[in-house]
């Protein structure tokens, strides 16, 4: 057996006993490590019963269900070997759930009581679906469809035991990622990938003791899992929020003492913009992770200023590196110069190099290229996909998709990803050093960079920008970035609102759903 699993690190966190490590909110429920950890062996115990082929093969276990403490308590379960879990983004639509649990053939599904009748609609067009068990944690309607009711599952279980550890090659985690822009692919994460990933944040975040993290984050998405097991050789506690509330985040981090959140930077500022916030709501944080989007220089700003004391730190990375590529550092943050527009370098044990899309050849120094990764922590192959796999993964390394470029320091700056860079009159234009520019404005909330069909230039530069329009003209953000960007990557066209972009589960900006917008408008008035 091999050392690096999530097994092992589920044993040594016996050693902190009585200290609190879950707590649930919604249902009014609080967990030592001893009663979490015995939870966690009982329900492993009845997931090898629903999952008898661990190990040989991808007999998966599917979740579909809301944030709680349950969802927290079947990850570690199942990866500490007793199962490979395959959680479900719940704001899939149907015909996306039937291709993901026909293309991983999982033979059960864990469901809460919002999901346990699509799930039992859609059970006719799943044929390798043998078990739906509905998580009855608090109040539940026990007439809901439902094979197995947890709470009987785990009753039934005279012994709480965890299972022998895993091999470090042994498949952990089966996680559906790039549904947004096509057929959702399948990526396997190892005991060793998901192992290392854990250990990985913590040099980069650099905390010297056990931390009160705060999880609203969707919990089928990698950054939310990776937070969880980050905590949990460090003798840290999660506190689960059902959803993000920007209220009840602010008022929760008050009342639990809350010392670490991780969010996109969307909800940081609508955390700052809620009419309820005040500064000492902060008092208790020592640490702030961001991701998934790039964080404008005002809400930075604002940001440090309602927390000072906080360690502010960027992650960069994807469901294919379990989680984290690049960091930027707490100093990093502190030094306020250009470095902030990137993504950092690379963490302990990543491997970086940018080469050239076309011929895979390195690029010069300074020179845009496309993203290479090498780590123990990336995924061994996309399910059932040898093509696309084999695309992504060469000689050991995982081409990205992401365009960026390296300064001397080796700060990785990211430029686009490379499907989404525009060409206008032949020029290449890369919509994350527009947004760099337009988020600079202060009136600038937010900002989604999109090329458009254009009958002279090929593609036209189109922002859709989210600010207060009584406010921000065109006119003014257009004088603003052509004085920082060559006229070239100008907007040609300003769409100005009051209200938020469109935004995937993860935190990400639906570019695709802008271009599919003004596409329809453009069919309807050619003019437009």
Known sequence: MGELN???LLRNSRRFGDDEALVDLAHGLRFSYREHLERVARLAAVLGHLSPHRGQGMDSVAVLANAGSTYVELWRACCSGAAVINPLNTR????????????????????????????DDLRPQLPHLRTVVLADRGPTDRSLPHDFLLSELLESQDRAALPDEPAEDQAAVLMYTGGTTGRAKGVVLSQRAITLAAYR???VVDIGGPQSFLSFMPMFHVGASSSWSFYLPLGGRTVVLPAFDAAQVNATIGTEQITAIGAVPTMLAMMLDHTDFEPRMFESLELVVYGGAPMTPTLLARLMDAAPNVSIHQAYGMTEM???ATALTAADHRA?????QSVGRPALGVELELRDRADASPTSSGDVGEIWLRSDSMMTSYWNRPEETNAAIVDGWYRTGDAGHLDPDGYLFLADRVKDMIVTGGENVYSLEVERAVSSHPGVIGVAVIGRPDPIWGEAVHAVVYCDPNVVTPEELDQHTRALIAGYKVPKDWTLQDEALPMSAAGKVLKQQLRQRFAAAASEDPSA
């Open 6 to 8: 999530f097994g092992r």
């Open 92 to 119: 899939l639509a149907s015909a996306e759930i039937v291709d993901i649990l026909n293309d991983s053939a999982s033979a059960a599904i864990v469901v809460d009581a919002a999901h346990a009748q699509p799930i």
């Open 201 to 203: 944040m913590q040099p």
């Open 322 to 324: 379990s989680g984290i």
């Open 336 to 340: 306020a110069d250009r470095r902030l």
